[in-house]
């Protein structure tokens, strides 16, 4: 039946046996078991963060650069209660993610102990599974499980609360052995009619990125596209699903797209989507792709049955894992059949995504130009939530599968922690930290732990002094009434120098490129404080234009 172990060391041995490599945590009483096992297994790093919820987050965005899941450990009550942000990020992003939560004694249950809280009735609706392990001998089994559930369909976050004495019993335990995600074949004559749905129609569209993409999937779906110069878009901070140097990339989808791309996807007559959920974000609230889109053809391809038609009328669903459709795709051939929508649906992206100078002291389009200019193409850019992301996303150009790391859900505090994260997996990489002044201060604390663990890491911190999308809706929806959004802030190159990291401020257009390149020419952490004026709200509006409508 196997050796005698405490619980703590047989799921640290699980974990190992599975493959990870690191974990996140900040530590519990109530995991201390596995906390002891941990010291006698140095393949695995436990990397001690400084509050739960960058815990989480960089769990998630270990997952995604992994395509395994990242693997966080909180203890019970607050602890789980704060992680609980990053499980959802994980289930909206699709990302494969298990957070383990240390949990009260089996025996003291139901009695409103300290911290107690009923984890699998609240984890419920925000993961794919969640569970609590009773038996130590039963670990194995239920970690077997975690990851396959993790890891299977449409990938996303399990939750597994941990009885404090249940990890210190000693049983004898058969391990399990690693779990692959399932493959799920797509018929020959499934692809055949999405390419028939596609290459009959007069303006075929492809809308790319989401559950089971990977660094490959984009590559077969390129040697596709080109073929028959059909347009490809992606769905929404899914961009690094597609490379932009295609001549048949046109661009993104998600809050302040390009008119032009939302007009040709409402006069496309066949839709091809790929991985994409075609949730609220991407289709602008059901309306750019309406749920019975009339003279429209959809075909949607999704590892998980329960994703079609869910929402859509779909003519032709498809359930697959995303590499065997692609495969399939990629050596699919129709001679003779080629559209020019491909090439000018690439011109309006290429024209959208130059920056054009605006009549303000601080340029963030011209920032990101300065960045274009100066980091690597495969430079890993990790945002939160706010206005100051939509620079980025319409400016820069991610170039490869996880090159972006940004929560579908509009999450604030992403940035930093998945910067951690992504840092700590790719050491020989440029990752970027993007960051604005409400966003930053959500979980700016973990620049100690990137410190802490030696990060390469640059911060671009974007001050306006204000919850600036809240902002641009206040404006929008009661203009010059302003209420809960003006923010005062610290000084936050002095509190970047504070975690003993390298700072400067720039408050000019023409200060940022000369600042970038002396943050560039050194390592670990480095921050610029760029001061900007929230007259400029969006890349695509002024305050001032949105009181004048």
Request: aromatic letters at 8%; hydrophobic letters at 40%.
């Amino acid at each position: 039946m196997g050796n005698k172990r405490t619980g703590g060391r047989i799921l640290v041995d699980q974990l190992r046996i599975q493959g990870v490599d690191r974990i996140f945590s900040v530590p519990g009483e109530s995991y201390l078991a596995v906390l002891d096992a941990l010291c006698d297994v140095p393949e695995i790093e436990n990397i001690i963060c400084r509050q739960e919820g960058g815990v989480a987050y960089m769990a998630c965005a270990d997952g995604k650069l992994t395509g395994r899941p990242g693997i966080a450990f909180v203890t019970r009550g607050p602890g789980a209660t704060n992680a609980s942000i990053g499980v959802h990020v994980a289930m909206q992003d699709s990302i494969p993610m298990i957070l383990f939560i240390g949990d009260i004694d089996r025996g003291m249950r139901d009695r409103e102990g300290f911290q107690e809280v009923d984890f699998p009735a609240m984890f419920a609706p925000l993961a794919k599974w969640a569970t609590r392990i009773e038996d130590a001998a039963r670990i194995p089994e239920y970690v077997a499980r975690a990851f396959h559930v993790a890891t299977s369909g449409r990938p996303g976050p399990v939750v597994i609360a941990l009885p404090e004495d249940m990890l210190l019993d000693e049983v004898a335990a058969l391990d399990r052995p690693r779990v692959a995600p399932p493959r799920i074949e797509a018929g020959i004559n499934e692809v055949r009619a999405a390419v028939k749905a596609l290459v009959t129609a007069r303006h075929p569209m492809i809308i790319a990125g989401g559950a089971d993409w990977g660094p490959h999937t984009g590559e077969a779906l390129r040697i596709f596209a080109e073929q028959h110069g059909i347009p490809v878009a992606t769905a929404f901070r899914r961009q690094d699903g597609f490379p932009p140097s295609s001549p048949v990339y046109a661009g993104n989808l998600g809050y302040g797209p390009n008119p032009k791309l939302v007009a040709r996807i409402k006069a496309s007559d066949a839709i091809l989507a790929l991985g994409a959920r075609l949730g609220e974000a991407t289709t602008d609230g059901y309306s750019i792709i309406t749920p019975d889109h009339p003279g429209q053809t959809l075909v949607h391809v999704h590892p998980d049955p329960a994703e079609l038609h869910r929402v859509f009328r779909t003519d032709i669903a498809i359930c697959a894992s995303m590499d065997s459709f692609m495969s399939d795709l990629a050596g699919t051939e129709v001679d003779g059949i080629y559209f020019a929508d491909g090439a000018d649906a690439h011109a309006e992206w290429l024209d959208w995504n130059t920056p054009q100078p605006f009549d303000t002291t601080l340029d963030l389009g011209q920032c990101v130009a300065a960045m274009r200019a100066q980091c690597p193409a495969d430079s890993i850019i990790c945002n939160g939530a706010g206005n100051f992301s939509g620079w980025w996303h319409r400016y820069w150009r991610y170039d490869g599968y996880g090159t972006q790391l940004a929560p579908t859900n509009g999450s604030m505090g992403f940035g930093v922690p998945a910067a951690v994260a992504a840092a700590l997996r790719h050491p020989e990489r440029c990752v970027v930290a993007l960051t604005g002044d409400g966003d930053f201060l959500m979980n700016g604390q973990e620049l100690a732990t990137a410190v802490q663990y030696g990060c390469n890491l640059l911060v671009i911190l974007v001050d306006n002094g204000s919850y600036g999308t809240i902002r641009m809706h206040q404006e929008r929806e009661f203009p010059a009434r302003v209420s809960g959004t003006n923010l005062i802030n610290p000084d936050f190159a002095m509190l970047a120098r504070a975690f003993n990291g390298w700072s400067e401020s720039v408050e000019a257009t023409q200060e940022f490129a000369p600042a970038l390149e002396r943050a560039m020419a050194r390592s670990g952490l480095r921050l610029l404080h760029l001061k900007t004026d929230v007259e400029r709200i969006s890349a695509g509006t002024t305050i001032t234009a949105l009181r004048g409508r």
